[in-house]
């Protein structure tokens, strides 16, 4: 069974997967990015080196490679770090967004094996880009194609060199793959995570203090936890007695979370505690107490670029919501459009578990709520650790390798 299961292809986790949509390293600016996330119904986007504009006549020339994935939440990050660069969007190149490490996305071959794109994974990769077979285009449906594309948004056209046309494989679609064959591992999903050592405490660490105001470390936080696929711990570090060096896990700072807002977002960042952000970036829209705090508090510090940007983005989806019916007002001035998979990851309320949990628990939980992790706390809601898929697929990794 274990040899049945080396043997598949990514290829076969590519089935129904759509086409990435791109913007190109070359000529996309912040103010694209934002016009492409808004008008997507996924959270990220992916960053190609190759200039695939619909004006571009050589597209076959270019060589194509995908430098990087983005989301809202790195547009916000940038925006929190500086107030004058929300004045000038469309003149700062996307290259200001992409991580500094290129290994969190890996071109792969479609045969490339299962255990290879384990291996990728494991070694740091996020999403591995496969390319998917598709009909050639003609001409003819190359300039439909380009018409439409320049008549919607600043998201480029999906096709690269040679009428190629690419998807991502996520830690999810691995996962998932790996649930259908879990009989295989057994008895590993039936034992406790703590029996089975995949407590990651090392990212405890990455956490911020209920109380704490303090936007760099917040945005410092953010950013790391983007860059390992993981989330921000709010903590309360006098709620545990004595020696206890742990803390009590409040919630949670998602870059998903941030993701299924707008832009406006930065002024809660740089304004606000990481509790009240938590309620300001739930789910169910900040409360009206809290966005004043938020625009008194912008005020204050003078941060004049961000107090405009709210009133820009405030004045436009007011109008744009009372033009449209009731229940299609899925927009406001502080959240945007997505899908339902990232909606579901809209909340500040972490996803818990203790050390007696089974893995297989641990994965339906993070299945179920659209998510790479689960934090791991005791008894008096200490935060322990977590557990990541990559540490699970860590674990399947070493099994399979014991049953040579």
Not at 32 to 57: G, M
Not at 124 to 143: D, E, M, S
Not at 160 to 172: A, D, G, L, V
Not at 230 to 251: N, P
Request: proline share 3%; net charge negative; charged share 20%.
């Amino acid at each position: 069974m274990a040899l049945a299961l080396l043997s598949h292809e990514v290829s076969d986790l590519c089935i129904g997967k759509p086409p990435l949509r791109c913007l190109s390293a070359v000529t996309a600016t912040v103010a694209d990015v934002i016009s492409a996330l808004k008008s997507s119904d996924e959270p990220f986007l992916s960053v190609w080196s190759c200039d695939h504009d619909e004006t571009n006549d050589d597209i076959n020339k270019c060589e194509c490679e995908c430098v990087g994935k983005i989301c809202m939440a790195d547009v916000i990050c940038y925006l929190t770090e500086s107030d004058n660069k929300a004045l000038s969007l469309s003149s700062v190149s996307v290259s200001v967004l992409l991580p500094k490490s290129r290994s969190i996305v890996v071109h792969v071959q479609s045969s490339c094996k299962l255990i290879e794109a384990i291996n990728l994974i494991t070694g740091g990769a996020q999403n591995l880009i496969v390319p998917i077979q598709t009909k050639p285009i003609t001409k003819r449906r190359q300039q439909t194609r380009n018409a439409v594309v320049s008549l919607t948004t600043t998201i480029a056209t999906t096709t690269h060199k040679n009428s190629r046309q690419f998807c991502w494989i996520t830690q999810e679609d691995i996962i998932r793959f790996l649930l259908d064959s879990i009989s295989v591992f057994s008895p590993l999903p039936s034992l406790s995570i703590s029996d089975l050592g995949v407590i990651n405490s090392t990212h405890a660490i990455l956490s911020v203090d209920y109380h704490s105001s303090s936007a760099a470390s917040t945005v410092t936080a953010v950013s790391r936890a983007i860059a390992d696929n993981i989330s921000v711990a709010v903590v309360d570090d006098g709620e545990c007695d004595g020696e206890d060096t742990r803390a009590i896990l409040i919630g949670e700072i998602s870059p998903m979370t941030l993701a299924c807002c707008d832009e406006s977002a930065a002024a809660a960042v740089a304004t606000l505690s990481a509790g009240d952000l938590m309620t300001y970036i739930d789910g169910g829209g900040p409360p009206e107490s809290l966005v004043r705090v938020v625009r008194n508090r912008l005020e204050e510090k003078g941060l004049v670029g961000l107090i405009s940007l709210v009133d820009s983005l405030s004045g436009s989806s007011s109008s744009s919501d009372e033009e449209a019916p009731v229940g299609r007002r899925t927009k406001s001035s502080y959240g945007r459009s997505v899908s339902s998979a990232a909606r579901m990851a809209r909340k500040s309320v972490a996803i818990v578990c203790n050390r007696r949990s089974s893995l297989m628990a641990v994965m339906i939980q993070a299945i179920a709520r659209r998510v790479s992790y689960v934090w791991v706390v005791d008894e008096d809601g200490c935060l322990v650790g977590m557990v990541t898929f990559v540490d699970i697929l860590k674990l399947f990794r070493g099994f399979l390798d014991d049953q040579h």
